[in-house]
């Protein structure tokens, strides 16, 4: 099956809508739904413990056309945050004392507001974190970029797969892997990964299939074991992601007949153990435009904070939403899978 | 077309357990114990399973300890390497039985 080099909604595709999207995971088969399973566990209703996280998704304009990306991210998308809702977030985080940004995209770095999120976040004291695809530091306009995050201290949290270049390729694209150990050796050489700097570089690795992920420390030892005796590279920690039955791996499951085994296998494998951890009980995403959300899964099904909680960053006040309600369907079967999985990586694993 | 093997029949195995659930439970115990953690890691002990797969040519377990790999972390580079370690180990038992061909050979010719 060839690489999609064009987003779903470039396309045309029927996947590109969100309620088509929940329509699918809706469907009957057969299998238990995530509110009756967490009803049975005993779960029911999922709430927040508090929020650590403010995640902001500053668009889907992207380098890259990964075909996993739950986003349906792309070159051709122009959705983007505007300077306006990036001051909104900005206000929204200065009357809260939410500890951690995280920006995402996309590729955030595209967006013109991205380096005022990271300055301002800074200036208010707040952890940032910068979700990045790698390939975006080669990018000409984009040649000053490690230096800026590594004077800013902002935590780059990057998208690698695999050790082996073919599977890197397979689900990110063609070259990108000689473009990520690129981009690796640059992060390396403005300090990020090694010991005494403080700059951390953790590593994302989603699976290249319709599998769940390895164990969490087995596999960051083989990536620090390969990544520094085959590229002299060095990283802080790896997070391993399940991916989530939506957007374009939603379509890659569709066209490769992998969405019934695929979706069993999550519900199979749902453990109540990793419910605890997942990120829409300490997270609260934003949209592009503004738009909250319980996590941003649930923004690209287009599913908002509900049970009363503010829909707009601008209604944001953090004792609001400190023990709301979350939203949830059967794509979260992707976070409470195996050792359960969200942006921080295994749900159920010690660091 | 009906056949002897069906692929959703995996998902039946446990089925097994209602002729005789007590030996269903002490085979499944002692199946979770092998697969453990121990002296073998678990994703080395994957690879093992996959390769006997191939040897026992068992369409389900070949299923489950593809997906089993490449859960514990390997890629297709490590397993194709399991399955050729199979094949040479089925190809040598072959081989190595020619000696008795030579030995009948030899005893009964001239």
Redo the contacts between chains.
């Keep these: 099956m060839p690489s999609p080099s064009r987003s779903l909604q470039a396309r045309g595709s029927a996947l590109a809508s969100p309620a088509e999207q929940v329509r699918i995971l809706d469907s009957e088969m057969g299998l238990a739904r995530f509110d009756e399973t967490i009803t049975g566990a005993g779960l029911e209703p999922l709430r927040a413990t508090g929020i650590e996280v403010l995640q902001i998704n500053v668009g889907k304009r992207c380098n890259q056309t990964c075909r996993h990306c739950h986003v349906d991210a792309g070159p051709d998308r122009l959705e983007e945050m505007s300077r306006e809702t990036a001051e909104s977030c900005i206000a929204a985080l200065a009357r809260s004392d939410i500890p951690t940004v995280d920006i995402t995209g996309g590729a955030p770095e595209l967006n013109p507001s991205f380096r005022y999120l990271v300055e301002e976040s800074g200036r208010l004291g707040r952890r940032v974190m910068d979700r990045c695809n790698l390939s975006v530091l080669l990018l000409p306009a984009q040649s000053d970029l490690a230096a800026f995050l590594a004077r800013h201290g902002v935590v780059v949290i990057a998208s690698l797969p695999s050790v082996v270049p073919s599977q890197t390729d397979a689900q990110r694209g063609g070259g990108v892997f000689a473009k990520s150990i690129e981009a690796l050796k640059r992060l390396n050489a403005a300090g990020y990964g090694k010991e005494g700097t403080g700059l951390v570089l953790d590593l994302v690795t989603n699976p290249v299939g319709a599998f769940l992920p390895p164990a969490q420390k087995v596999q960051e030892a083989h990536f620090k074991d390969r990544l520094f005796r085959e590229h002299g590279i060095v990283f802080n920690s790896l997070h391993t992601i399940t991916n989530m039955p939506i957007s374009r791996f939603l379509e890659f499951l569709l066209e490769s007949g992998n969405y019934e085994g695929y979706m069993r296998r999550l519900v199979e494998a749902f453990n109540p153990a990793a419910v605890s951890g997942v990120m829409c009980r300490y997270t609260i995403s934003v949209g592009w435009d503004g738009r909250l959300y319980d996590c941003d899964f649930n923004q690209m099904l287009d599913l908002p904070l509900a049970y009363g909680a503010p829909g707009h960053v601008r209604g944001f006040g953090a004792l609001d939403l400190r023990t709301h309600r979350i939203r949830t369907g059967n794509h979260c079967y992707g976070c409470t899978a195996g050792a359960g999985s969200s942006c921080g990586g295994a749900t159920t694993e010690i660091r | 077309m009906d056949t002897y093997y069906h692929p959703k029949d995996l ?1 039946h195995f446990s089925g097994m357990g209602k002729g005789n659930p007590g030996l269903w439970d002490k085979f499944m115990a002692y199946y979770g114990a092998v697969f453990a953690e121990g002296a073998l ?3 080395e002990k994957a690879l093992i399973a996959l390769a006997v797969a191939h040897a026992v040519q068992c369409p389900y377990c070949i299923d489950a300890c593809t ?1 089993a790999c ?4 390997s ?3 490590e397993m194709t390497e399991a399955v050729h370690v199979t094949c040479a180990i089925r190809g040598g038992a072959s081989l190595v039985h020619g000696v008795q061909m030579r030995n009948v050979a030899t005893k009964i010719s001239m």
């Design positions: 998902a890691t678990e994703r997906q490449l859960e514990k972390g890629n297709l580079e």
